[in-house]
């Protein structure tokens, strides 16, 4: 009987944490891989109003003041933030560990979408950068870790929809929702995971 208790009472914690977690599910089924992490969920952020981040050096940071939760915009109320006025430059950071049965593979960090420009940086060094809001996009971060070890893995966005150098659909360039435009969505909106893959595995397939 006591077997038995322990025995749910370890799936009910399974189950609990995989609900807990938003978006869980492998977020590219026609491409799965076997070895992957699930990044969504609980990371550190600040707003950067005046643009001085980069001069504070936020890029090396172990966390920040603020809890969001990926993958909601921070305009959302599900990202625990619900700060809907412009935001042009916004930090995140959140511990990464990495598998000790990675090694010897390629490891990725992929991102499903972030708007619009961002940079990510593993343990304060520069790992990548992407323009594009829409447009997934992964970063080859074997380089920059270790299999068995915990690092700090920190995405800087830009966003700038009243400049008229970015796309930005039908996101709002005034600050209240009017007609069909709708509040802005800036940051991290889609599942961020990584995953491990061999030194020669496919890339792609047509």
């Not at 977020?27 to 980069?54: H, I, K, Y």
């Not at 969001?68 to 599900?78: D, M, R, W």
Request: aromatic share 16%; glycine share 10%.
């Amino acid at each position: 009987m006591k077997r038995i208790s322990i025995a749910f009472l370890s799936l009910f914690l399974c189950v609990a944490s995989v609900w807990s977690m938003p978006r869980p599910e492998y977020p590219r089924p026609q491409f799965e891989r076997a070895g992957w992490v699930n990044l969504n969920g609980e990371w550190t952020c600040s707003f950067d109003f005046g643009g001085s981040g980069m001069e504070r050096e936020f890029y090396k940071s172990k966390g920040f003041d603020k809890k969001i939760t990926v993958p909601f915009c921070p305009e959302s109320k599900l990202s625990g933030i619900g700060y809907t006025d412009f935001i042009n430059h916004f930090w995140y950071q959140r511990p990464i560990t990495i598998p000790q049965e990675w090694n010897g593979k390629n490891i990725l960090l992929n991102f499903g979408a972030v708007y619009y420009k961002s940079e990510v940086y593993i343990d304060g060094v520069l790992a990548s950068r992407h323009f594009g809001g829409t447009s997934s996009f992964a970063v080859d971060i074997t380089s920059l870790v270790k299999p068995g070890q915990t690092h700090s893995l920190v995405v800087y966005v830009e966003s700038d929809v009243r400049g008229a150098k970015q796309a930005a659909g039908k996101q709002n360039l005034q600050y209240a929702s009017y007609g069909c435009n709708y509040t802005r969505t800036t940051g991290i909106w889609q599942t961020v995971w990584m995953e491990a893959v061999h030194p020669e595995g496919l890339q792609s397939v047509q």
